[in-house]
């Protein structure tokens, strides 16, 4: 599964205190059962001192075979330890799919 190696490779990547990887294809016009729009929620120590796009960078460059090839969009929700934890309701909801095609 694409969301099973996309949490593994971040995991040894980053060493995060707080990690989500949910597939959110369900959301979009696809096919059921597509592996192709993910949100991350990731927490490392590892972000510190970096702006928003390092950390951007960062989660890209380990999941640069899964973007070139199954991932259509990635949601990327990037915090320190300190970010997270003044965060009230967690990371933001992905707003509703505004349509597009069919991926086959």
């Not at 959110?24 to 001192?49: C, D, L, R, T, W």
């Not at 796009?53 to 460059?61: D, K, L, M, P, T």
Request: contains cysteine; negative net charge.
């Amino acid at each position: 599964m694409i969301q099973d190696r996309i949490k593994e490779k971040l995991l040894q990547a980053f060493e995060p205190l707080h990690l989500e990887v949910v597939n959110e294809s369900y959301m979009h016009n696809v096919p059921a059962g597509s592996e192709s729009h993910f949100k991350v929620v990731i927490v490392s120590e590892q972000f510190e001192g970096q702006r928003l796009i390092g950390r951007h960078r960062a989660v890209n460059a380990v999941l640069a075979d899964e973007l070139a090839k199954d991932i259509h969009a990635l949601a990327m929700h990037t915090y320190t330890e300190s970010e997270w934890q003044n965060l009230f309701d967690g990371a933001p909801s992905t707003p509703s799919c505004r349509g597009g095609s069919k991926l086959g």
